[in-house]
């Protein structure tokens, strides 16, 4: 797991200590890869964060432009 992800990972641990219903949208378009979710994915399942909402876009995204 990179970097990014896993301070993503100790700030979701972290927010659910604070807030145990807390929640999380995680957005991607077509140009996310697959094996860059996955990760994210496997990250959040290792600290048994397993309920979030994913936003998906079958079109680029207008910040990726």
């Known amino acids: 797991i990179d970097r990014v992800h ?3 990972k100790e700030w979701v641990k972290q927010s659910l200590e ?3 219903a807390y ?9 996310t890869k697959y094996p860059r979710v996955k990760n994210l994915f496997e990250g ?3 600290i048994d964060f397993l309920k979030f909402w994913l936003i998906t ?6 910040s990726t432009n």
């Open 44 to 46: 959040l399942r290792d």
């Open 18 to 20: 604070v807030n145990p």
């Open 23 to 31: 929640k999380l949208a995680i957005k991607g378009d077509v140009t």
């Open 6 to 8: 896993k301070k993503l």
């Open 57 to 62: 876009s079958q079109e680029k995204s207008e």
